[in-house]
């Protein structure tokens, strides 16, 4: 028996030196002070003992459970402070300076096409106008045939198609080469008044330089109702181009043809650089060609079944990307879509 208390106490010795926290410490203490250890059994058991023997274990087993206790409350003492110890350096190590500067979060900015197509839009939305938009894969109807451009009329050359799937024999379908087609779509599903501005992706299959890209933007217009003018066209187009190029601009309306207007005009603005005198922006003319426009044709009002009798109504059309680069001299078209943040930061 005495054998056996010493080699609790040997072990118990052991595993103390080993505790790291107070959990295990109370662990320790369940295992060695507990009612179901093995010394709580001995000293449980001792009356059975023979006298003699009785005598000497119950001396060992009690000087063992009182060497037990002191154990236990040493090192409950030694292991809270070293538990504090540990708390403090871990707190002093996580502190945070709240008076440093914060991190800068980067931010995204909208890209210069979004930028100008919302300016355009806005303006328009204030004349009374509505935006909306139309598919990008659009039918050969829409695209030419609505808008008076029969299959083998010469306008078509002047829009270089990326047809889909020209072979099949189907209805001819192809990418919008502009965003007239949706005059033609919102007449078909609205009676006059119309009023409305249609921005969006055009495609054109051609060679890209800093002139052309094959992917681009268009905004277009269309106002038809009674007794619509050419007037209408002018006043609206001037306050247009005075609200997006400032107060002092000119405008200046010529003779240009295109099969879904009659009279066509192209419209310019006097050189926002040189003030008309002539320069490199403007090529020396002194004007600065923005858009396209027109009265919307009667056939294409027929189309639709608007009465061109009672109805009229004027169309334009604008390239989106020119404008950003007249008035920040961008001079490559293709910087708009070739992604590289160096130019996109700029606006
Ligand atoms: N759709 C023409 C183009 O892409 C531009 C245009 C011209 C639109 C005259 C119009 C218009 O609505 O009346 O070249």
């Known amino acids: 028996m005495l054998e056996k208390l010493a080699e609790i106490k040997s072990k118990a010795i052991d595993e103390l ?28 058991g001792l009356a059975s003992l ?108 002047m829009f270089a198609t990326f047809w889909i799937d020209a072979e099949s024999g189907q209805r001819p379908m192809l990418l919008r080469t502009h965003t007239s087609p949706m005059q033609i779509r919102v007449m078909e599903r609205t009676r006059p008044p119309v009023r409305v501005v249609v921005p969006g992706k055009v495609y054109r299959y051609e060679a890209t330089d800093a002139t052309h890209e094959s992917m681009f933007y268009q905004i277009e217009g269309l106002a038809v109702d009674e007794h619509t003018t050419f007037s209408d066209l002018k006043g609206t187009l001037y306050e247009f181009a005075k609200r997006l190029f400032g107060e002092e601009r000119q405008v200046r309306f010529r003779c240009d043809y295109f099969p879904f207007v009659e009279p066509g005009v192209e419209m310019a603005i006097d050189c926002m650089v040189c003030g008309g005198s002539g320069c490199r922006l403007c090529s020396g003319t002194g004007w600065i060609e923005i858009l396209g426009a027109g009265m919307v044709h009667p056939d294409v009002l027929r189309r639709v079944d608007y009465d061109p009798e009672v109805y009229t109504g004027f169309a334009f059309g604008l390239g989106l990307e020119r404008i950003p680069m007249l008035m920040y001299g961008i001079d490559d078209i293709r910087l708009f879509y070739s992604n590289d943040l160096r130019f996109l930061r700029q606006f």
């Open 17 to 44: 030196s080993n505790l790291s926290d107070l959990r295990e410490l109370e662990a320790w203490r369940v295992r060695y002070l507990g009612k179901k250890s093995e010394l709580t059994q001995i000293l449980r």
């Open 50 to 157: 023979p006298l003699e023997e009785r005598k000497a274990v119950s001396a060992s087993a009690n000087e063992l459970k009182a060497f037990f206790e002191t154990s236990h409350r040493e090192n409950k003492e030694s292991l809270k402070e070293r538990t504090y110890r540990d708390l403090e350096t871990t707190v002093k190590g996580e502190k945070i300076d709240v008076t440093l500067p914060g991190r800068p979060i980067p931010l995204g900015r909208l890209h210069p096409t979004t930028q100008m197509l919302r300016k355009i839009c806005d303006i328009f939305v204030a004349l009374g106008f509505q935006v909306v938009e139309g598919p990008e894969v659009e039918w050969d109807y829409y695209n030419f045939e609505a808008l008076n451009i029969p299959p083998d009329h010469p306008a078509r050359d």
